[in-house]
Nanobody, 124 residues
Framework: QVQLVESGGGLVQAGGSLRLSCAAS????????MAWFRQAPGKEREFVAV????????YYADSVKGRFTISRDNGKSTVLLQMNSLKPEDTAVYYC?????????????????WGQGTQVTVSS
């Protein structure tokens, strides 16, 4: 069992930055690919970014590429999402997810564990 707790959300003006953090506890963190998804009101949950267990391979949704950076610290069992140049369309609840033994995918149903989410609101 893995518990994921997100933090770092909030209200920011367009063009600003936020850094989300996801703290994991439970089974060996380094065995998991870690991802961020988001869900805006009235919309389906969508993939944002993923990082392989080794921390070297990452992949981003086109909508955030060049603005967001995902990273992980296996020693601290933490995954981060640095979000720069935020836009109003980035407003959503952001979720951290863990996929055991996987390389990481964009498909939400592939993930074994989810956090409770953290709200990010970008004002124009």
């Amino acid at each position: 069992q893995v518990q994921l707790v997100e933090s770092g959300g909030g209200l920011v003006q367009a063009g600003g930055s936020l850094r989300l953090s996801c703290a994991a506890s439970g089974r060996t963190f380094s065995s998991y690919a870690m991802a961020w998804f988001r869900q805006a009101p009235g919309k389906e949950r969508e993939f944002v970014a993923v990082i392989h267990w080794n921390g070297r391979n990452t992949y981003y949704a086109d909508s955030v590429k060049g603005r967001f950076t995902i990273s992980r610290d296996n020693g601290k069992s933490t995954v981060l999402l640095q979000m720069n140049s935020l836009k109003p369309e980035d407003t959503a609840v952001y979720y951290c997810a863990a996929e055991y033994g996987g390389a990481g995918t964009v498909v939400a149903t592939s993930y074994d564990y989810w956090g409770q989410g953290t709200q990010v609101t970008v004002s124009s």
